[in-house]
């Protein structure tokens, strides 16, 4: 087919931390404590504030609750999409693979299950990654590492991967054409970058209940049981992503061949299959 608002200053929140440390606390009891002060701090009022909203700033405060959030908030369809995505990539034996904003790794350590394979996963929250680690000592496995990085600048040479992927990252991208664009450079030529993004459902007998599902289930839930007011956030962002035949011709735009748009769950979420054009 061709188709926030962190008042507190970081000395402030380093003391913090040190002194949960030296009170023995876990990293998660941490983090979750430092979800709770962003959280408890009200609706962002200015221009930083609202830049941050989808940065990795926003994600180091709701990071304790992600993985939580997102098992209730797509009623336990999540695991699913990220199972097509790994099959998509349709991987090489002892390919390397990039997982860009991988946020706490559940598709990072999904493709690292696959024997052979090594995987990076890169994203800009610090909280996010810490957990994501976390998963993986517990998982035992060794074959995966987790990184600090921009999707826009991507610190790794041209032609590093065998494939890459992002899952739920792509929308958070404030230049998406550049994220893109890093994506094509770092895979090898032939090789398949997956993108897995939510999107709003506009047709179909059940478009209306989906939409109502992302519009006002997923907004007041993420609040009540995150006590932050990021999950509007997360509406609002997949309410202004583009429809699927306009982000395809993006993809298109911008190195990738689109192979398929699977459309998955009565279209609440897309997977963009692609592989990077030959030069
Ligand atoms: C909704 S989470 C998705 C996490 C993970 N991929 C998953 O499947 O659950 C979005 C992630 O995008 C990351 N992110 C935000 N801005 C980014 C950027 N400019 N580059 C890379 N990742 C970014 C956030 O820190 C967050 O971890």
Not at 49 to 58: H, P, T, V
Not at 166 to 181: Q, S
Not at 183 to 201: C, D, F, H, Q, W
Not at 227 to 245: D, H, I, K, T
């Amino acid at each position: 087919m061709q188709s926030d608002n962190v008042q507190q200053t970081d000395v402030q929140s380093d003391n913090m931390q040190q002194n949960d440390a030296q009170q023995g606390k876990t990293q998660s009891e941490i983090l979750q404590q430092d979800g709770e002060r962003v959280a408890r701090s009200g609706p962002p009022s200015t221009a930083t504030d609202l830049e941050k909203m989808g940065s990795g700033a926003m994600f180091d405060a709701i990071a304790h609750r992600y993985d939580m959030l997102n098992r209730v908030l797509s009623l336990g369809v999540d695991q699913g999409w990220r199972r097509r995505t790994v099959e998509a990539l349709d991987l090489p034996s002892g390919a390397r693979v990039l997982d860009v904003a991988t946020g706490t790794g559940d598709l990072a350590l999904r493709i690292a299950r696959i024997g052979g394979v090594q995987v990076d996963g890169v994203d800009p929250s610090t909280n996010m990654l810490a957990l994501a680690q976390e998963k993986a000592v517990r998982a035992e496995t060794p074959n995966v590492s987790f990184h600090e990085g921009d999707a826009q600048a991507l610190p790794y040479a041209n032609d590093t991967f065998d494939a890459c992927c992002i899952a739920f990252g792509i929308r958070n991208v404030p230049d998406r054409r550049a994220g893109v664009r890093e994506m094509a450079r770092v895979t090898k030529a032939g090789g398949r970058v997956a993108i897995l993004e939510l999107s709003e459902p506009r047709s179909g007998i059940l478009g209306p209940l989906a939409r109502f599902h992302i519009r006002q289930v997923v907004p007041w839930v993420g609040g009540v049981l995150s006590g932050a007011r990021e999950y509007r956030y997360l509406q609002q962002s997949v309410a202004a992503f583009p429809p699927p035949e306009e982000f395809a011709a993006l993809l298109e735009d911008c190195g990738l061949n689109v192979l398929r748009v699977e459309s998955l769950t009565f279209g609440v979420c897309c997977l963009y299959v692609c592989a990077v054009s030959q030069q």
